[in-house]
């Protein structure tokens, strides 16, 4: 566990406990995560698809080969949000730290944190030496983080996911 500075929620690798409450966040964030994140949001659209999901994960992440967080509320158990490192070449030591966010959450901190926290985690346990977070020009709220957490903007990405 890795707590956040606030106290009232935690990152913690995925988890088959959190099957069921991946559902749950993903079924109340429909709507915001249709247009960044659809892949994740139809993979866990029952709680079987979830479960299937998290197994997967946990495999990933036991060979090391993508990392996916779960933000969880300490009070009441439930996630709040993901953070995911992807795509990792270890012959460069780089990857992609994506991450999103429940909107009964969203605007007080928590992700800022999380991806501040991952991506120290990345650097020390993994060490990586680059991160790149990749976030489309109309999620004004994505790029707040990413420049928050002293990301920078590098380049345009032509080819990368387009929202509908």
Known sequence: MIPIANGTFEIAPIHEKYAWRICD?????????KTYFPK???????PD???LFVDRKIKDFNSKTEFVFVIKNTI????????FVKNLDYSKKEAELAYCIGYQHEGI?????????????????QGLKSLRIIVHKTNPASIRI????????????P??????
């Open 159 to 164: 080819k990368e996911h387009q929202p509908p």
């Open 146 to 157: 990413a420049e928050k957490c002293g990301y920078s903007w590098k380049e345009t990405l």
């Open 109 to 125: 901190g928590i992700t800022t944190m999380a991806v501040k926290e991952i991506t120290d985690w990345s650097f020390r346990e």
């Open 40 to 46: 994740t949001l139809t993979e866990n659209l029952t």
């Open 49 to 51: 698809l979830s479960t």
């Open 76 to 83: 009441d158990r439930t996630v709040a949000g993901l953070v």
């Open 25 to 33: 966040f993903v079924t109340v964030n429909t709507s915001r995560l």
